[in-house]
């Protein structure tokens, strides 16, 4: 009689197993589906996503012999640091020309000047003969009158007169020359300074950029000149990387981007860093086309050997400032990124890239003809005189 009882009391508990089990697995369904309704519904993510930056390559700006590497791989550099230098023989040899040319040329124009002035004293001098003899021809015919003075002495007056006027003209003529050389300008306005003072701040420049600058602060990379190589100007030197200002390019399936807007928020972690660390950023822009209609050899689905295949668009993001400045990333990097769709945003075809911060320009070249105008001013005030 107590068997049927046990055996009851076997399936009952089993039973009651079953149950609670049931009730485990639904509840649990019901906790991943609520954790994805909260945090993943408006999501989209991808993997195809890296860290981009501005990668500065450093070119040479004039020829010359490398004489001294200042900088290597890996090697952090201020904005204005000096990378390398150049031999400066050459470039000294055609400044000390150019500077020698505008001397020339400053000293040419003094002396037309001067020749001005002298042909306008020869100008006072053959008017004054020229009136002279004019009185003397006067004196000479009104005594001619009473046969006081011979018809030779009138002759010769006359043909003096002439020979003066002649004389006068001809030396305006000359004046005139010079005058349109001197084309009515001051010395430092004047077209042969002003070309020689050309010549002079391009040798100035060839003769300052002998030394190659760093326009931008970050990390030396790539680094291809080695002492003794000689670089024509356009010669790729290195390359620098800048980790203040990087930012997150995702490429996103066509099916997954209806949604996005610049202005969204977007969360991404680095492959590099694991789940150790949350970045967070704004959509900026998206690409106006595809990754393939930029390919080399854009595929020609006209040939009948069409797959369709899910395309991808490329989504800028911005990451925080504060967080890069205190974990900076590298361009390159592999990210997992996602952007929240909830939030209205911009137009689709908007974009919030600032082009106007110090990432996209540098003042190092702004004051460097200020050393050749002092140089220019000097030549010209000691030829001048």
């Known amino acids: 009689?107590?068997?049927?009882?046990?055996?009851?009391?076997?399936?009952?508990?089993?039973?009651?197993?079953?149950?609670?089990?049931?009730?485990?697995?639904?509840?649990?369904?019901?906790?991943?589906?609520?954790?994805?309704?909260?945090?993943?519904?408006?999501?989209?993510?991808?993997?195809?996503?890296?860290?981009?930056?501005?990668?500065?390559?450093?070119?040479?700006?004039?020829?010359?012999?490398?004489?001294?590497?200042?900088?290597?791989?890996?090697?952090?550099v201020k904005k204005g640091d000096v990378l390398l230098r150049l031999d400066g023989h050459h470039a000294n040899i055609a400044l000390?020309?150019?500077?020698?040319?505008?001397?020339?040329?400053?000293?040419?124009?003094?002396?037309?000047?001067?020749?001005?002035?002298?042909?306008?004293?020869?100008?006072?001098?053959?008017?004054?003969?020229?009136t002279l003899v004019r009185h003397d021809l006067q004196r000479y015919l009104q005594a001619a009158k009473p046969s006081a003075a011979s018809a030779q002495q009138v002759a010769k007056a006359q043909d003096k007169m002439v020979e003066l006027q002649a004389g006068i003209r001809e030396i305006l003529a000359e004046q005139a020359s010079v005058v349109a050389q001197l084309q009515d300008s001051s010395i430092q306005s004047h077209p042969s300074v002003a070309h020689a003072k050309s010549r002079l701040r391009k040798a100035f420049l060839d003769y300052q950029r002998r030394n190659v600058?760093?326009?931008?602060?970050?990390?030396?990379a790539k680094r291809k000149v080695h002492i003794g190589d000689y670089l024509k100007a356009g010669a790729p030197l290195l390359v620098i990387v800048p980790l203040d200002e990087v930012?997150?390019?995702?490429?996103?399936?066509?099916?997954?981007?209806?949604?996005?807007?610049?202005?969204?928020e977007a969360e991404i972690r680095v492959d590099a860093d694991g789940d150790n660390r949350l970045y967070h950023g704004r959509v900026q822009g998206i690409n106006p086309a595809t990754g393939s209609s930029f390919a080399l050899l854009p595929t020609d689905n006209s040939t009948g050997n069409f797959i369709h295949i899910a395309e991808r668009l490329q989504v800028r993001i911005a990451?925080?400032?504060?967080?890069?400045?205190?974990?900076p990333l590298r361009p390159g990097l592999s990210t997992l990124t996602r952007i929240k769709l909830s939030q209205a945003g911009n137009d689709n075809f908007s974009s919030?890239?600032?082009?106007?911060s110090p990432a996209y320009r540098t003042d190092i070249y702004a004051n460097e003809l200020n050393a050749a105008e002092d140089v220019i001013s000097s030549i010209i005030v000691a030829n001048s005189q």
């Open 1 to 76: 009689m107590l068997h049927p009882i046990r055996r009851r009391d076997m399936l009952r508990r089993r039973n009651r197993r079953l149950t609670l089990l049931t009730l485990c697995l639904l509840l649990a369904t019901l906790a991943a589906l609520g954790y994805w309704w909260i945090y993943h519904r408006n999501w989209i993510s991808t993997d195809d996503a890296f860290v981009a930056g501005h990668l500065v390559t450093i070119k040479a700006q004039t020829d010359g012999t490398v004489v001294d590497v200042l900088t290597e791989n890996t090697l952090p």
């Open 96 to 130: 000390a020309q150019a500077e020698a040319e505008l001397a020339e040329a400053v000293r040419g124009i003094v002396t037309l000047k001067a020749k001005v002035e002298s042909l306008n004293q020869r100008i006072v001098s053959r008017e004054a003969s020229l």
């Open 213 to 220: 600058i760093a326009p931008v602060a970050g990390i030396v």
């Open 247 to 264: 930012w997150v390019e995702a490429n996103f399936l066509e099916t997954q981007i209806a949604g996005v807007r610049p202005g969204q």
């Open 319 to 327: 990451l925080d400032a504060a967080e890069l400045k205190n974990h």
């Open 352 to 356: 919030t890239v600032n082009v106007q």
